[in-house]
Structures are given as structure tokens and as C-alpha cells.
Nanobody
Framework: QVQLAESGGGLVQAGGSLSLSCAAS????????MGWFRQAPGKEREFVAA????????YYADSVKGRFTISRDNTKNTVYLQMNSLKAEDTAVYYC?????????????????WGQGTQVTVSS
């Protein structure tokens, strides 16, 4: 079992930045890939970014590529999502998730453990 807790969400103006953190516990953090997903009202949860257990492989949704950066610090049992050049369409609840393997995946179905989410609101 992995317990995840997101933090860092909030209100930011378009063009601004936010950094999200996800603290993991309950399992060896470095042994699993991690991902970030988001869900806007009335929409399905969508993939944002993923990172392999060792941090060497990273994947991003086209909508955020070049603006968001996923990283992890296994010594701190934490995964991060640095969000720059935020747009109104980035507004959503952001969730971190732990996969069942060390390989990064964009498929929401491959993630077994989820945090409670943190709200990101981008205003114009």
C-alpha cells in the first residue's frame, strides 16, 4: 500500500507558476513509477506527466509539454510537478499516483494508488 498526499495547489494568474509536491509513504517510494493526472469539472481524469522509478524517463501530455516538469527525490519520498506558463485550461484538481511497476506509464489504469488531489486554479 502506498499513501500519497499532494500539496502546493492554489490560485495563480495566467502565465504564472506553481510547484506541486506529492509525499509518499507506506511503501518503498523509489520502487515505483509515479504520475500526475488532473481532472477538470465534468471531464475525465487525464494524464499530465509520468516519471520512472529512477527518474530517468519522463513523459508529458502534449498539452503541458514544454511548460511542466516532473521530477522526484527518492531520498525525500516526494515527486514534484513544476508548472510554468500556466493557462486557464490548466485549471483542475491535480492528483499524484503510484504505478504498479517501475516503468512510467501514461495509462490511468496502470496506477494503483492515488492522492486526494490539490486544486489548481488559473485565472486571467
Amino acid at each position: 500500500q502506498v499513501q500519497l498526499a499532494e500539496s502546493g495547489g492554489g490560485l495563480v494568474q495566467a502565465g504564472g507558476s506553481l510547484s506541486l509536491s506529492c509525499a509518499a509513504s507506506g511503501r518503498t517510494f523509489s520502487s515505483v513509477a509515479m504520475g500526475w493526472f488532473r481532472q477538470a469539472p465534468g471531464k475525465e481524469r487525464e494524464f499530465v506527466a509520468a516519471i520512472s522509478w529512477g527518474g530517468a524517463y519522463k513523459y508529458y501530455a502534449d498539452s503541458v509539454k514544454g511548460r511542466f516538469t516532473i521530477s522526484r527525490d527518492n531520498t525525500k519520498n516526494t515527486v514534484y510537478l513544476q508548472m510554468n506558463s500556466l493557462k486557464a485550461e490548466d485549471t483542475a484538481v491535480y492528483y499524484c499516483a503510484a504505478a504498479s511497476s517501475a516503468s512510467a506509464t501514461t495509462n490511468v489504469g496502470n496506477y494503483n494508488y492515488w492522492g486526494q488531489g490539490t486544486q489548481v486554479t488559473v485565472s486571467s
